[in-house]
């Protein structure tokens, strides 16, 4: 019986393709940033604002004041493909500006991390202001959604990322100067040439951060909400326009 609806969903979509439908969400989606989404306790994203932030663990500790993220909403789909028989997706974005900016303060115990490896290794720490941005961030990936008790979950979760340019402004690391002014050059001119490996590495750990957040996301939605909204028969919500605000990522 639920095969049959399924065909019968697919069959009724009309003319536009499932690709095309998941791009409308998108887009929906991130005209929506800059006011948020009560509606699932998400706040405004683009900018992005949090008077305060604290983590206060054993290993670490880091405070952020004035925190500000701008350009989550500056992203163009390069690449989508849909197909809705095996639950699959693939997809490229480009985020063309992020910038980020804050009082920070930050303390990580290297040695607690790891005792045997890390032994002897100093804590990093610093106390000032981070003013960062990154240029044509951009991700291309899969994913395959799996389904049980009545929500979804990701069966498979693939990530690789890309940088264009680094700008980095970050002040008081190692309370040092001199210190500073060697990572902000490092960062400015190493992360694009980060290695094969570095970078299979940090695609493991984007793969490893996002994939808990998007199964929690996951986990109320039916497969037919699913393929309701792929196929188009249930129509995106509809939200009283959004008005971009102003976003500052110009970079000094
Ligand atoms: C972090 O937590 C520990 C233990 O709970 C506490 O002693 C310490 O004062 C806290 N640090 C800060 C900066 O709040
Ligand atoms: C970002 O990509 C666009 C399009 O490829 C290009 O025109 C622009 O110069 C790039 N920006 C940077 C900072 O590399
Ligand atoms: C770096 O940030 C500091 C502190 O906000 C500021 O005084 C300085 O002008 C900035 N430098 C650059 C090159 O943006
Ligand atoms: C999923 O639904 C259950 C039961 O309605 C609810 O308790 C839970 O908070 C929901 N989880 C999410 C992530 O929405
Ligand atoms: C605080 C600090 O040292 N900032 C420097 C970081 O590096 C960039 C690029 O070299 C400089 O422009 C900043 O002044």
Do not use: H
Request: glycine share 8%; hydrophobic share 45%.
């Amino acid at each position: 019986m639920k095969t049959v609806l399924v065909l019968f969903a697919l069959l009724v979509a009309g003319s536009a393709g499932p690709a095309d439908n998941v791009r409308k969400l998108l887009i929906g989606f991130r005209d929506q940033m800059p006011c948020g989404f009560p509606e699932y306790g998400l706040p405004a994203l683009a900018p992005y604002l949090r008077d305060f932030l604290e983590v206060n663990k054993t290993k670490i500790y880091a405070k952020f004041e004035d925190f500000r993220l701008d350009g989550l909403n500056s992203f163009e789909i390069d690449d989508l493909t849909v197909s809705v028989a095996v639950f699959k997706m693939g997809f490229g974005f480009t985020f063309e500006q992020l910038r980020l900016r804050t009082k920070y303060d930050f303390d990580l115990d290297l040695e607690a991390i790891n005792p045997e490896k890390l032994k002897g290794m100093p804590s990093i720490f610093g106390d000032g202001t981070i003013d960062f941005a990154l240029y044509n961030l951009s991700f291309a990936g899969n994913l395959a959604l799996q389904f049980q008790d009545g929500g979804s979950s990701l069966k498979e979760f693939k990530l690789a990322f890309d940088l264009d340019e680094v700008r980095s402004n970050i002040t008081g690391i190692f309370d040092n100067e001199v210190i500073s002014q060697f990572v902000n050059d490092s960062l400015e001119n190493g992360i694009i040439a980060l290695t094969k490996e570095v970078k299979e590495f940090v695609n493991e750990v984007l793969e490893a951060l996002i994939t808990p957040w998007g199964n929690k996301l996951l986990k109320n939605v039916s497969v037919n909400t699913i393929l309701g909204l792929v196929t188009g028969s249930i129509p995106p919500p509809t939200r009283p326009p959004c008005l971009p605000s102003s976003e500052d990522l110009s970079f000094d």
